[in-house]
């Protein structure tokens, strides 16, 4: 219940909305008093709740019974409401909005704070790409871009996935996709870190760590940035499919698992 009423409050409602609804949606129909009863609302405050939600399109009310009855309104079509309203609230924003647009100076180093805005960036920039786009990404938050991956790969087909798992786990079905290996000394040299580096069209670049409690990554289209992070996935897929290559005297050169490939001192 508490999640529930937690995610309909993420919605516009109120916690007593919430706590109405939930009850009627559950013991559909009831009296105000009812409803007052079981979800806890005074009900002193009952009825103006259930005229909020019959504004909010949450409820139906039956006016052939003494007392009035309240039925709870199906929640794919409160969900089918909300949509519709919030789409065309966002159109008007986006209208209203537009003629105040800035574009951003994009050679500068920009920071972009937060999981989801993190990916949300992604998401464009990937969805905006002509040409090509290279990344390395660590199995996690490859599902968050995965879509738009295979879009861009059905319309251009350069893309280039660097793919990091700790559980070895690279079956993914994308074209370019050259499995790491090293994620346990990688992840020891970055404080157990995960990280993301996003080149697009050899022009935008996103590139940051991925902490547990803190994610804050640099966008940026600044040339010298853009091109160190290109190469840096260049570099590994290069490596990477000399590294299969490899036969068993390099193995036993660098150890079965070729992580002495990485000792430089």
């Known amino acids: 219940m508490e999640k529930a009423v937690s995610l309909l409050k993420s919605l516009n409602f109120s916690e ?26 005074a009900r002193s405050k009952v009825y103006n709740i259930l005229e909020s939600l019959r504004d909010k399109g949450a409820v139906l009310v039956s006016k052939q019974t003494d007392p009035v009855h309240y039925s709870a309104v199906d929640i794919q079509e ?3 409401n909300f949509k519709y309203q919030m789409n065309d609230r966002l159109g008007d924003v986006s209208d209203e909005l537009q ?15 937060g999981y989801e805005n993190v990916f949300n960036r992604c998401r464009r920039l990937i969805s905006d790409a002509k040409s090509t786009v290279l990344l390395q990404v660590w199995e996690e938050d490859l599902p968050l871009i995965y879509d738009e991956l295979k879009q861009f790969e059905a319309r251009s087909g350069n893309l280039v996935v660097i793919l990091y798992s700790k559980d070895k786990n690279y079956d993914v079905d994308l074209k370019h996709v050259y499995a790491h290996g090293f994620e346990e000394a990688m992840l020891a040299e970055n404080r157990g870190c995960r990280w993301i580096n996003l080149v697009v069209d050899d022009e935008a ?33 290069y490596c990477l499919r000399l590294i299969d290559a490899l036969d068993e005297e390099a193995k036993k050169e660098f150890g079965p698992d070729l992580l002495k490939i990485k000792t430089l001192f």
Not at 20 to 36: C, D, R
Not at 206 to 235: C, D, Y
Request: proline share 4%; net charge negative; no cysteine.
């Open 16 to 41: 007593s909305e919430s706590k109405v609804y939930l009850t009627l949606l559950q013991n559909n129909p009831m009296t105000g008093y009812e409803a007052s009863k079981l979800s806890g609302v």
């Open 78 to 80: 409160v969900i089918d």
């Open 99 to 113: 003629r105040f647009s800035h574009k951003i100076e994009s050679t500068e180093l920009w920071s972009l704070k």
């Open 205 to 237: 670049l996103i590139f940051g760590h991925i902490e547990p409690q803190n994610v804050e990554v640099l966008w940026t289209k600044a040339p010298s940035m853009v091109f160190l992070a290109k190469e840096n996935v260049r570099h590994d897929a």
